[in-house]
């Protein structure tokens, strides 16, 4: 770009020890609902993780000491901080990831101040174990200590509301962090980072280094004196992080991806059911780890159900995210969409129907956005279990309709793939809900309802869905280190 160009970019700095420190090389960062690039990222590797991993070191022994009802209120000053900027940083991230405006203020930033209270509440709560052996004339009890430098790996698809669900019970549990937000969505990471002093969090607590996986992300995993990864992200590169932390003996929380199938029984309430599955197909652009993109629902009501469906998809809006009464953004990269847009290609050559959105119906947008990377919500039918659209994440606002006959059918199908994270069950039958959830392989079943979460209980996947759970006893069982000291008196 030209200077006159350049002035008008938005450049992000490092943030290491307390202050933000410039960098030689930078990424170009797209506004994805113009195609142009709007921000430059800083392109850091090794030097600039060393110099945030030796400051986090540095920070952790008084941090560390510091009492939970400490490091509490800074979390619960940090949280109002984020929460008077709500409009900008909703702003933000509605530019910088694609994702409606709508979103980014009734979901992403309201999660975000939440992760950082809920924390700094739970912190306050937790028990040790003790036991006694009288006849050994001994007492046992646990004590619980941070690790130290926790690195933080964060995704593109929800940028401050992961972020912060990784930072504040990494930070509440007295570890340091050196976190490194995904390079295509790195601004709310920055605007946090100028909030951190002023919260009272000490220099060297919080460092965030902005970069690519291959290089920032890398350097971070192979670093020595990181010996606990938190990863949100792809099954692919959770795998790449698996083999170099492997010689660290590092601990691992991975997230990875979903293939999350909705069940749709005959007697389930459609008035309730098709509004939710919609939306939990295509909210933030089906560009949630926990979207659903398997539909599976009873022949009795298959036909019904489809025409109800596709007509209620059609009336979400594509268009300008900063339109408040627009429900489907940007997606993320120009990549993504071509990616997204492939696989609804191969379903259509497989012979499976596209009832609506790609390819079917016109896509028409302002004049400012036609350089955007936009899609309608697309609803594929006919389409074979073993179809690549019905096994792969896909990502985008894609899903998938078929039909079944029995439960013993659904839930082997529904199984039937690699992954397990959620699984969403509509049926007005309390038993038959006990009985599939019970045997959906899911890291979490919604039944009659989506996305209803409390931060309390565990969160994670089965089989390639990851690794780990995080909520509030299981993130603080992975942020610290447990130790069984016994006294014989």
């Avoid at 990181?226 to 795998?239: D, K």
Wanted: glycine residues 8%; neutral net charge; hydrophobic residues 40%.
């Amino acid at each position: 770009p030209t200077m006159a160009h350049s002035k008008t970019l938005l450049v992000l700095e490092n943030f290491i020890g307390g202050r933000f420190v410039p960098c030689s090389s930078y990424i170009d960062s797209y506004n994805p609902s113009t195609g142009d690039v709007y921000c430059r990222v800083p392109d850091s590797g090794k030097e600039e993780v060393e110099a945030a991993v030796k400051a986090a070191k540095d920070a952790f022994p008084v941090w560390s000491s510091k009492s939970p009802l400490e490091r509490s209120q800074i979390l619960n000053k940090l949280a109002d901080l984020i929460e008077h900027d709500l409009e900008a940083f909703a702003q933000a991230e509605s530019k910088d990831q694609g994702k409606t405006i709508t979103f980014a203020r009734t979901v992403d930033i309201p999660r975000a101040v939440h992760n950082f209270r809920f924390f700094a509440s739970s912190i306050l709560h937790h028990v040790t174990e003790c036991t006694e052996m009288p006849t050994m004339g001994c007492v046992h009890y646990t004590s619980r200590a941070p690790v130290g430098v926790a690195g933080l790996i964060s995704p593109w698809n929800l940028p401050l509301y992961l972020l912060t669900w990784k930072i504040a019970p990494a930070i509440a549990c007295g570890n340091t962090v050196v976190a490194k937000p995904s390079e295509m969505t790195s601004v709310t990471a920055w605007m946090m980072c100028k909030l951190l002093e002023k919260a009272g969090v000490p220099p060297g607590v919080v460092n965030v280094v902005f970069g690519s996986g291959a290089k920032a992300g890398e350097a971070l995993v192979c670093h020595p004196d990181v010996p606990l990864i938190s990863f949100t992200g792809s099954t692919l590169t959770a795998q790449r992080i698996t083999e170099k932390s492997a010689p660290h003996c590092k601990r691992l929380s991975l997230e990875l991806g979903g293939k999350n199938p909705a069940i749709i029984f005959d007697d389930a309430d459609l008035s309730q059911c098709i509004p939710t599955t919609v939306r939990s197909s295509f909210a933030n652009q089906g560009e949630i780890c926990l979207c659903t993109s398997r539909i599976f629902v009873q022949r009795g009501i298959y036909s019904e159900f489809l025409k109800r469906f596709v007509a209620e998809a059609k009336k979400w809006k594509t268009g300008d995210p900063s339109d408040p009464t627009i429900n489907v953004g940007a997606l993320i990269s120009k990549e993504h969409l071509e990616k997204v847009r492939n696989y609804v290609k191969k379903a259509q050559a497989e012979g499976a129907r596209v009832l609506c959105g790609e390819g079917v119906d016109p896509l028409a947008l302002p004049p400012g956005n036609q350089k955007g990377y936009f899609m309608l919500p697309t609803v594929i039918t006919e389409v074979k279990d073993e179809s690549c659209c019905m096994q792969e994440e896909i990502f985008g606002p894609v899903t998938c309709v078929v039909p079944f006959d029995t439960e013993e059918e659904v839930i082997k199908r529904a199984n039937g793939v690699k992954y397990g994270l959620a699984a969403t069950v509509w049926s007005g039958n309390v038993g038959r809900v006990h009985r599939v959830a019970h045997r959906l392989q899911s890291g979490l079943v919604w039944t009659n309802c989506w996305l209803v979460r409390d931060l309390n209980l565990p969160f994670g996947g089965m089989k390639a869905s990851g690794i780990g759970r995080e909520g509030a006893k299981d993130s603080y069982e992975f942020f610290t280190e447990v130790k069984t000291i016994t006294i014989k008196h």
